[in-house]
């Protein structure tokens, strides 16, 4: 599988991020790429099916790191696509949509930053079809608290290195400037595209 890197270029617009945790963002997620393609090179190798074992074997091991290294991958590719616009007040498509399960914007912007807060890694709006619902869930690795079918609306990445060069240990105020950048026009797009 091919990884493709983002489009997304720095702007000063973008008052999430200053260029320098940009950079060292960015790296990081050059990192999980790379990994992934590495991944993907060793199952391609013929790896030791034979030996495949749930406590410990090379296989196991390939195949942990496969979801960890592919979710940064992805998790970063949506963080990424979600932040940095002027454009940030949801239309009515999207004020009806957060609506119609929090019963308002302002209710289902509460209780995204407070899951924002009480994070350690990432913070997806995501829809669940099972339940035909909007969750704001809490993951604390990138392969570790993902709702399965979920789709992901909006993505924030609360990983210490998301903020800690601009913002050190405050993170109340990373997630207020993320919360005044978010591409609302990117979050409409992955709504309709449902």
């Given at each position: 599988?091919?990884?493709?890197?983002?489009?997304?270029?720095?702007?000063?617009?973008?008052?999430?991020?200053?260029?320098e945790?940009?950079?060292?963002?960015?790296?990081?997620?050059?990192?999980?790429?790379?990994?992934i393609?590495?991944?993907?090179?060793?199952?391609?190798?013929?790896?030791d099916?034979?030996?495949?074992?749930?406590?410990?074997?090379?296989?196991?091991?390939?195949?942990?790191?496969?979801?960890?290294?592919?979710?940064?991958?992805?998790?970063?590719?949506?963080?990424?696509?979600?932040?940095?616009?002027?454009?940030?007040?949801?239309?009515?498509?999207?004020?009806?949509?957060?609506?119609?399960?929090?019963?308002?914007?302002?209710?289902?912007?509460?209780?995204?930053?407070?899951?924002?807060?009480?994070?350690?890694?990432?913070?997806?709006?995501?829809?669940?079809?099972?339940s035909?619902?909007?969750?704001?869930?809490?993951?604390?690795?990138?392969?570790?608290?993902?709702?399965?079918?979920?789709?992901?609306?909006?993505?924030?990445?609360?990983?210490?290195?998301?903020?800690?060069?601009?913002?050190?240990?405050?993170?109340?105020?990373?997630?207020?400037?993320?919360?005044?950048?978010?591409?609302?026009?990117?979050v409409?797009?992955?709504?309709?595209?449902?």
């Open positions: 599988m091919e990884i493709v890197k983002l489009n997304f270029e720095y702007s000063d617009d973008v008052t999430v991020i200053n260029r945790q940009f950079e060292a963002h960015m790296r990081l997620y050059e990192g999980y790429v790379n990994k393609n590495e991944i993907d090179g060793l199952l391609a190798d013929d790896p099916l034979e030996g495949a074992n749930s406590t410990y074997s090379e296989f196991r091991g390939i195949k942990r790191g496969e979801t960890y290294a592919l979710n940064g991958v992805i998790l970063h590719e949506f963080y990424f696509e979600n932040i940095g616009s002027n454009n940030n007040e949801p239309d009515e498509v999207v004020m009806n949509f957060l609506s119609r399960f929090f019963g308002s914007y302002e209710l289902w912007q509460e209780h995204f930053v407070a899951t924002a807060k009480a994070s350690r890694g990432w913070v997806i709006l995501c829809y669940d079809p099972r035909d619902s909007l969750r704001n869930l809490s993951l604390d690795l990138h392969d570790y608290g993902n709702a399965a079918m979920s789709i992901p609306l909006l993505v924030l990445d609360m990983y210490e290195h998301a903020y800690f060069l601009q913002y050190a240990d405050n993170k109340a105020e990373y997630i207020d400037n993320f919360m005044k950048n978010i591409d609302w026009s990117v409409k797009d992955r709504i309709e595209s449902m």
